[in-house]
């Protein structure tokens, strides 16, 4: 099932196996995603095709400056035939939900999607409304826009599971995509090939891969490297170490592995942890990369010798 999904994947999303393989790793540890990237690469089209592919609940929240918290959570709207206020859902209660452009609404709406994304739950006028059981967001944002953006903190940034970018094609990938536009046959299926109960299925066998002891200890030592880093002026939190415990689980899930390995923290490191560094002053003036100390940190912690 788990190769037919990733198979359905590709064929929408040309080129970008990796991104796919990262976007279902999130999706099985019971993370949420945010994709950062210039417009234009398939951020959209990729989150469409996973809600079709799994048969659920998609809906599409497309944030601007005025967009308001009840515009995400929902309100209560007075019914005169009842004499009393019900509860209008919001785009929250869906099952995967593509939030467009996050950081171009104001920091108030913003914040309407912590509580949904940390509790599974929303609360509107003091009522607290549980979200299905199933429930992944997909937050994007334009890397390259400024003007009339508000930048996520680092509270909501550590929502996040992982922060991805699609990146451009490769030339072949690219002229593949543009033969099946040109041919009106660009792979966009329209069949899904499981549903929401096989995913929360696999989300249970994901979640009891074996971790060893000597797995956690090389796990938090990565953590503890962060937080000593002279060019980190933050490190990673322990939502971050519980994070990467949990996608390092789902992604030796998805080699078909009962157990975790080095090389599936090694590989997740990275994208789980970016967003969730802050570089120092000095760092940042010297033109330091996060991807490169992170990379070399990672390389530092003392493997198991198990």
């Given amino acids: 099932m788990l190769t037919k999904l990733k198979d359905q994947l590709n064929r ?3 080129g970008k196996e990796d991104v796919t393989d990262l976007v279902l790793t999130c999706l099985l540890a019971g993370g949420h995603v945010l994709l950062e ?16 592919a799994i048969r659920c609940r998609f809906g599409r929240i497309q944030f601007t400056p005025d967009t308001l918290p009840s515009d995400v959570t929902g ?12 509860y209008r859902e919001g785009p929250v209660m869906s099952q995967v939900l593509l939030a467009d452009e996050i950081n171009r609404t104001s920091p108030k709406t913003q914040a309407s999607l912590l509580e949904a994304m940390a509790e599974g739950q929303v609360t509107v006028d003091g009522i607290r409304h549980p979200l299905p059981d199933l429930f992944f967001v997909i937050a994007t944002q334009n890397p390259i826009e400024y003007l ?12 996040f599971m992982m922060r991805l970018k699609m990146g451009y094609p490769s030339a072949e990938a ?37 971790v060893s ?5 090389y796990l938090q030592e990565i953590i503890g490297l962060t937080r000593t880093e002279k060019s980190f002026s933050l490190g990673a939190s322990p939502r971050a170490l519980l994070s990467l415990l949990r996608a390092s689980q789902a992604r030796a899930y998805l080699r078909g592995q009962d157990f975790v390995r080095p090389d599936d923290i090694k590989e997740i490191a990275v ?20 991807d490169e100390i992170l990379t070399a940190l990672v390389r530092k912690a003392k493997l198991p010798r198990e």
Avoid: W
Avoid at 37 to 44: I, L
Avoid at 153 to 159: N, T
Avoid at 271 to 290: F, K, N, Q, W, Y
């Fill in 12 to 14: 929408t999303i040309v």
């Fill in 37 to 52: 990237d210039v417009p234009g690469v398939g951020k959209t089209t990729l989150a469409k095709a996973l809600a079709t």
């Fill in 75 to 86: 309100l209560y709207v007075y019914n005169p035939k009842t004499a009393a206020f019900d």
């Fill in 148 to 159: 009339g953006t508000f930048p996520l903190p680092e509270a909501q940034l550590d929502r």
């Fill in 174 to 210: 690219e002229l593949a995509m543009a033969q099946n536009f040109l041919a009106s046959s660009s792979e966009n299926p329209s069949d899904g090939v499981c549903d929401v109960s096989d995913i929360l299925r696999m989300r249970e066998e994901a979640a009891a891969v074996h």
């Fill in 213 to 217: 002891e000597a797995v956690l200890v």
């Fill in 271 to 290: 994208p789980v942890l970016h967003h969730r560094i802050v570089l120092s002053e000095e760092a940042r003036m010297a033109g330091a990369d996060t």
